[in-house]
């Protein structure tokens, strides 16, 4: 299936002195893969309708030297082997720059490794958590190509641990997505979970999409867990907490970010949640974050601000944007190098929105540096295209996520040395 998300808006010429000159009728295609059907579904249409949002905004700002920045979206249907195809076509044959995406891990790393990397064009992923991330760009297998704006499971796996232990959370049975997030996520749990004095009574893998999880969930409940660790997506994820619930498992619950949302909510019951407890790759409000809750909704067409991947898509559509900008041209290794100076230190802050977009590109025209400030807050890339962050601490009350709390990125990194002593 394909969409194509089109911002359209007439564009004022920015000056030819800063970056090349492009016909006033041109186009910038930028590719994206994101899950729009499958198990990921509402991750995807968050995502893509955000990323359509920032191009609005940037479009309507000036866009670059008057060209639209132009969205051809496909749909990975949330499977590797249809993301690998769609990212092929729009790379051999669309010729775009860039791709934004996949959401999932399982849909990120084989575009990475089959197309985006092999072929040198970028590759940016607003929600793809998964270390083997970083450790493709460790070994050298990116081509520097990859960045994401959400922080690696090798250190939210410690955070989740340590916060399910101070919720009083200490004896319970894990189910998870059987894939490269899934498995990933409990190894990095587990390890901490149980140095934490922790007791796994089970660890149930499922596999996607299926009618029913009611086997799933009677597995796990072997051991008299006290609480379910469930690792999943909106939609299964829903599927099983209920099962789970009906099963007369225990209604205490530690989530993954998926299920920060009001849709998961919904589907399984505010009545069974109460006693509901998750970690996110968390956010710094910023004037960025406001803007975004307070236009998102409207222009998704429903869509809530909470939704999964919902802000930090808006943010890689910006970050992307602000780098073809400043490359000056739909060159790949040029939007690359400009990437991570679009958020670097020292430059001018710039939040979401038009009126910030515009400030931005006369500050590039100048030849300023200009450091986006987004939706989930301050973020900067290191070497492996990863950022670093805090940790949003949340639990579900009267039917709603409300943060309780943050854990640095520091403070993780502290409890990961003390536990390897």
Not at 87 to 109: E, M, W
Request: hydrophobic share 40%.
């Amino acid at each position: 299936m394909r969409h194509m998300l089109l911002a359209t808006t007439v564009l004022t010429a920015l000056g030819a002195s800063a970056m090349p000159s492009f016909a006033a009728d041109c186009d910038i295609t930028i590719g994206m893969v994101m899950e729009l059907t499958g198990p990921a579904g509402q991750y995807g249409q968050a995502g893509a309708k955000s990323v359509e949002m920032a191009f609005r905004d940037f479009n309507e700002a000036g866009g670059v030297d008057g060209c639209n920045l132009v969205a051809d979206t496909r749909d990975s249907q949330s499977q590797g082997t249809v993301a690998v195809d769609q990212a092929t076509q729009l790379v051999n044959i669309k010729k775009v720059p860039v791709i934004i995406g996949g959401i999932i891990s399982s849909v990120s790393i084989p575009i990475l490794t089959s197309v985006t990397a092999p072929a040198g064009v970028v590759q940016v992923s607003p929600a793809s958590s998964s270390p083997t991330l970083t450790d493709l760009g460790r070994e050298g297998k990116t081509n520097g190509v990859f960045f994401r704006t959400i922080t690696s499971d090798a250190l939210q796996g410690t955070a989740a641990a340590k916060y399910a232990i101070d919720q009083g959370l200490k004896k319970l049975a894990i189910i998870h997505v059987n894939n490269d997030f899934g498995v990933n996520m409990v190894r990095e749990f587990a390890s901490a979970y149980e140095k934490l004095g922790g007791v796994i009574t089970s660890t149930t893998p499922y596999n996607e999409k299926q009618a029913s999880y009611a086997s799933e969930a009677s597995a796990a409940m072997a051991g008299e867990p006290e609480a379910l660790y469930l690792v999943s997506y909106p939609v299964d994820g829903a599927t099983i907490a209920r099962a789970w619930v009906s099963g007369g498992g225990a209604q205490k619950f530690l989530l993954n970010d998926g299920m920060n949302s009001s849709e998961f909510i919904e589907a399984v019951g505010a009545q069974y949640l109460t006693e509901a407890y998750g970690t996110s790759s968390g956010t710094s409000t910023t004037a960025s974050t406001e803007y975004f809750n307070a236009n998102y909704e409207a222009f998704s067409g429903g869509i809530k601000p909470d939704a999964p991947a919902a802000d930090r898509s808006y943010d890689a559509g910006a970050i992307v944007a602000l780098a073809v900008a400043k490359a000056g041209k739909a060159d790949s290794a040029a939007i690359k190098a400009a990437i991570p100076e679009v958020v670097a230190a020292g430059g001018e802050p710039i939040h979401a929105g038009k009126e910030e977009f515009a400030k931005a590109l006369a500050l590039i025209k100048e030849g300023k540096p200009v450091k986006y400030e987004g939706v989930i807050g301050p973020v900067s890339f290191d070497q492996y295209g990863d950022i670093t962050g805090p940790f949003r601490l949340w639990r579900i009350t009267d039917g709603a996520v409300t943060t309780v709390g943050e854990m640095s990125a520091d403070e993780v990194e502290k409890i990961k040395a003390e536990l390897a002593k």
